[in-house]
């Protein structure tokens, strides 16, 4: 079955401390990974795709298909970044999302 | 571009009635689908709709469903609501891109309570 785990509903870490949200999936295939967040009263919005190897604000994320993880992480974490974040596998057309992780920052 | 929009944002209606949800998609994109959100089950994907034809379809019961206009607009229907239909539902648009996937662009979604 396709399926995406992300293993930890909070991630709490002070400012300045590295970050790294887990992500695990479960899919025969090649599969397309993307991380969205949703920051406070806002919209889901896509941060990160698998496949652009890019880096935004400051987050990475590698395809580990022997461990089947998508990580998502960042060296220094902001005070900004406090929000809930969504690892979700595309398949098809249609996403499968992990059940998501509020990562929150403290001062 | 303008983003994905939904309306109404918020509705209250009572167990028993139906409700008709709309997502107009970003300008040039093609693929529609919806997603409900809830505390308890996350977000889990309902349907696509891709040149007014279901694409794909999630396992929702046939009380849930949807259609596509030529423009690309889509509508989502709930017949005899039921309390466990109280959600967030979420819209997304998406255009395949220059590396062959799609991405999707999410609505604010519309808050759904059934009392």
């Known amino acids: 079955a396709q399926r995406v785990t992300q293993p930890e509903k909070l991630l709490s870490v002070f400012k300045g401390a590295p970050v790294e949200l887990k992500c695990n999936y479960s899919?025969?295939?090649?599969?397309?990974l993307f991380w969205y967040v949703q920051y406070s009263r806002q919209r889901l919005q896509l941060l990160l795709r698998?496949?652009s190897r890019e880096s935004i604000k400051g987050f990475t994320a590698d395809l580990n298909k022997g461990e089947t993880s998508f990580h998502l992480k960042k060296p220094f974490a902001q005070e900004e970044d406090s929000a809930m974040y969504y690892c979700?596998?595309?398949?098809?057309?249609?996403?499968?999302f992990g059940q998501g992780t509020t990562l929150q920052v403290k001062p | 571009k303008a983003g994905v929009t939904q309306t109404p944002r918020y509705l209250i209606k009572t167990r028993g009635q139906q409700v008709t949800l709309s997502c107009s998609p970003i300008?040039?994109?093609?693929?529609v689908s919806w997603y409900q959100q809830t505390p308890g089950q996350g977000l889990q994907f309902l349907f696509e709709?891709?040149?007014?034809?279901?694409?794909n379809k999630g396992n929702f019961p046939g009380r849930f469903s949807g259609r596509q206009f030529s423009n690309s607009r889509s509508e989502m229907n709930v017949s005899t609501l039921e309390l466990g239909d109280s959600a967030l539902y979420l819209c997304?648009?998406?255009?395949?891109?220059?590396?062959?996937?799609?991405?999707?662009?999410f609505g604010p979604g519309t808050r759904l309570t059934v009392t």
């Open positions: 979700a596998l595309s398949n098809t057309g249609k996403l499968i």
């Open positions: 709709y891709f040149s007014e034809t279901q694409r």
């Open positions: 899919y025969s295939g090649s599969p397309e």
């Open positions: 698998h496949i």
């Open positions: 300008s040039g994109h093609r693929s």
């Open positions: 997304a648009s998406s255009a395949m891109t220059g590396t062959g996937t799609y991405e999707q662009y």
